[in-house]
């Protein structure tokens, strides 16, 4: 488990530089959440910004070559999986409590009413979210590498619409949103768990994948 930790490290110090800019990128999502009057948008921005910005790891790969290095260290191929992984879920975690200060410092300053249930539905959406795109975009990296790849970055929102249209169509499908919906205004409490759970569901998931595609790809 060192060794996974360790690896987590590692891609921290390779990502510094792009660290710095995802400091600059959240300060722009509070921009925007002042400019508009709306606190709850910082949320959407700052999480779509963390997606991007946990993707760029690969982008710190390709260009510097590290997948050779991690060919010498001793880091089986499932431990360097979990350990990208980790490192995702760091990044999401971390964006996750910043914003969900932010929010409630800038509804204050803006005199904004604060709503208990409106940020906590946005908080888990953007959680779930997150979870959803690095579950997509990971094991595409993995198997195409970056450069190759990046395109693939617009899939997740493409998935989540198509998902929506669906969901539209079936009646019977919205009417258990709805319910969905009415049993969390009445256990706000509960959004965030369920929103943790669904994205731990989404990574495992991908994890999985990842290490089978990263398998193959080495034979």
């Given at each position: ?7 987590v ?25 002042v ?40 880091l ?61 975009i ?8 970056f ?73």
């Open positions: 488990m060192s060794r996974v930790f360790n690896a490290k590692l891609d921290f110090y390779s990502a510094k530089t792009n660290l710095r800019i995802g400091v600059i990128m959240f300060a722009v999502s509070i921009l925007l959440g400019l508009t009057k709306r606190p709850v948008l910082i949320i959407i921005y700052n999480m779509m910004f963390a997606t991007f910005l946990s993707g760029m790891i690969f982008s710190v790969d390709d260009k510097n070559n590290i997948h050779k290095l991690y060919g010498i260290l001793p089986k191929r499932y431990e360097w999986v979990t350990a990208r992984y980790l490192y995702a879920a760091a990044i999401g975690f971390i964006n996750l409590a910043l914003v969900a200060a932010a929010v409630l410092i800038v509804s204050n300053v803006l005199d904004a009413p604060f709503d208990r249930l409106t940020c906590f539905t946005f908080l888990g959406a953007a959680l779930i979210y997150y979870c959803f795109s690095v579950g997509v990971y094991p595409v990296y993995i198997r195409l590498s450069s190759k790849a990046y395109i693939f970055t617009m899939l997740p929102i493409a998935l989540i619409g198509v998902g929506v249209m669906f969901a539209a169509r079936r009646t019977e499908l919205s009417g258990s949103i709805n319910g969905l919906m009415g049993f969390f205004s009445s256990n706000q409490s509960l959004i965030l768990i369920f929103a943790l759970c669904v994205g731990v569901v989404c990574l495992t998931v991908s994890v999985l994948i990842a290490c089978t595609i990263y398998r193959e790809k080495e034979l």
